[in-house]
T-cell receptor, first 114, second 116 residues
Framework: GESVGLHLPTLSVQEGDNSIINCAYSNSASDYFIWYKQESGKGPQFIIDIRSNMDKRQGQRVTVLLNKTVKHLSLQIAATQPGDSAVYFCGERRRGGSNYKLTFGKGTLLTVNP | NAGVTQTPKFQVLKTGQSMTLQCAQDMNHEYMSWYRQDPGMGLRLIHYSVGAGITDQGEVPNGYNVSRSTTEDFPLRLLSAAPSQTSVYFC???????????????FGSGTQLSVL
């Protein structure tokens, strides 16, 4: 079936290093993608999004890359900090009948070691 | 603005009991939705609404009912709770409808529900 998935369930990095979190999607009709960060005991928080007509979008210390050819999405975090430790979810928006639905992958746990 | 407010934060039910999870937003968002989060399963969409009086099913709607009588509120009802409904429930909202619906979802802080 169609789904948003993640290559790695966990990622451990050293403080100051760059982090790359990957996500694969299978629905070529998805037109919008989004990344969320979820800290323990809290609701997901928006990080960055990208539309399907773009390849790259940058935010503050974060970059999202979209490769439509291989249906791959990645989140890059520069100079990773302990406060970046969290679960990161990618989401895709796809059409469901007359409306659009935002569905999410299972998440990647990022651990930043001091 | 308070954003998206969910109540209660924690709830324990016995099998067969009913309850309503409350969700309110004060951002005048047209789109609202409910997700459940289970270990290893990520966020799964239960029901959503693109405006007052309009609701639709998500990925896992069975066992849950919703209604949207006002723009601000989107309660989730469990008519007869089952252990399989033990989960963390998140309500979310966003601007717009149609093709711009559910962009940049704003999530509540969650309700942790245990069904014994």
């Amino acid at each position: 079936g169609e789904s948003v998935g993640l290559h790695l369930p966990t990622l451990s990095v050293q403080e100051g290093d760059n982090s790359i979190i990957n996500c694969a999607y299978s629905n070529s009709a998805s037109d919008y993608f989004i990344w969320y960060k979820q800290e323990s005991g809290k609701g997901p928080q928006f990080i960055i999004d990208i539309r399907s007509n773009m390849d790259k979008r940058q935010g503050q210390r974060v970059t999202v890359l979209l490769n439509k050819t291989v249906k791959h999405l990645s989140l890059q975090i520069a100079a990773t900090q302990p406060g970046d430790s969290a679960v990161y979810f990618c989401g895709e928006r796809r059409r469901g009948g007359s409306n659009y639905k935002l569905t999410f992958g299972k998440g990647t746990l990022l651990t930043v070691n001091p | 603005n308070a954003g998206v407010t969910q109540t209660p934060k924690f709830q324990v039910l016995k099998t067969g009991q009913s309850m309503t999870l409350q969700c309110a937003q004060d951002m005048n968002h047209e789109y609202m939705s409910w997700y459940r989060q289970d270990p290893g399963m990520g966020l799964r969409l239960i029901h959503y609404s693109v405006g007052a009086g309009i609701t639709d099913q998500g990925e896992v709607p069975n066992g849950y009912n919703v209604s949207r009588s006002t723009t601000e509120d989107f309660p989730l009802r469990l008519l007869s709770a089952a252990p399989s409904q033990t989960s963390v429930y998140f309500c979310a909202s966003s601007y717009g409808t149609g093709a711009r619906a559910n962009e940049k979802l704003f999530f509540g802080s969650g309700t942790q529900l245990s069904v014994l």
